[in-house]
T-cell receptor
């Protein structure tokens, strides 16, 4: 069964560094999403992407964040200058219609 | 903003017992999702409830949706230890974009 994949599974970085989280959505899906989950909290929406542009973003998704679909298969989330509070699990999701399928997540730790 | 609340937040139950988790949401939505999350893992899709009155069952779990009451329930029958996990409900705003997740219910089934 097709699934969403994410790399790396874990990332440790220093505060102020840039990180890029990578996702490969399910191949025939058209909509792509990033969510985050701070440890012990609920899952929060960051951004959705369709037709090569952002279709919706939350207040969390400020100027430090950007997304890109650099080729036909990858979907990336970049955090330009990481802060301690960016430490979280980041989930990528994709969908054809409304049901979203989630990847395994990248656990980001900012020191 | 759509608010999604679950209760209880924490649930400890003995094997063999029944219990219900509740998910209330604040704005009209015709679709509701239930996910399971094991510690440190991704979100596993359990149910997609597509209309008012929808009921779905899988093993010891049964989910229902009442769109008029803006309420979904996840009923656990004769709980077993393997059901220990955190359960999230999620809704979208009929636009097919971001998911709004509930606060999660952490379920522990005690032998």
């Amino acid at each position: 069964e097709p699934e969403v994949t994410q790399t790396p599974s874990h990332q440790v970085t220093q505060m102020g560094q840039e990180v890029i989280l990578r996702c490969v959505p399910i191949s025939n899906h058209l909509y792509f999403y990033w969510y985050r989950q701070i440890l012990g909290q609920k899952v929060e929406f960051l951004v959705s992407f369709y037709n090569n542009e952002i279709s919706e973003k939350s207040e969390i998704f400020d100027d430090q964040f950007s997304v890109e679909r650099p080729d036909g298969s990858n979907f990336t989330l970049k955090i330009r200058s990481t802060k301690l509070e960016d430490s979280a699990m980041y989930f990528c999701a994709s969908s054809w219609g409304r049901t979203q399928y989630f990847g395994p997540g990248t656990r980001l730790l900012v020191l | 903003e759509l608010k999604v609340e679950q209760n209880p937040l924490f649930l400890s139950m003995q094997e063999g017992k029944n219990y219900t988790i509740y998910c209330n949401y604040s704005t009209t939505s015709d679709r509701l999702y239930w996910y399971r999350q094991d510690p440190g893992k991704s979100l596993e899709s359990l149910f997609v409830l597509l209309s008012n009155g929808a009921v779905k069952q899988e093993g010891r779990l049964m989910a229902s949706l009442d769109t008029k009451a803006r309420l979904s329930t996840l009923h656990i029958t004769a709980a077993v230890h393997d059901l220990s996990a955190t359960y999230f409900c999620a809704v979208d705003m009929n636009t097919g974009n971001q998911f709004y997740f509930g606060t999660g219910t952490s379920l522990t089934v005690i032998p």
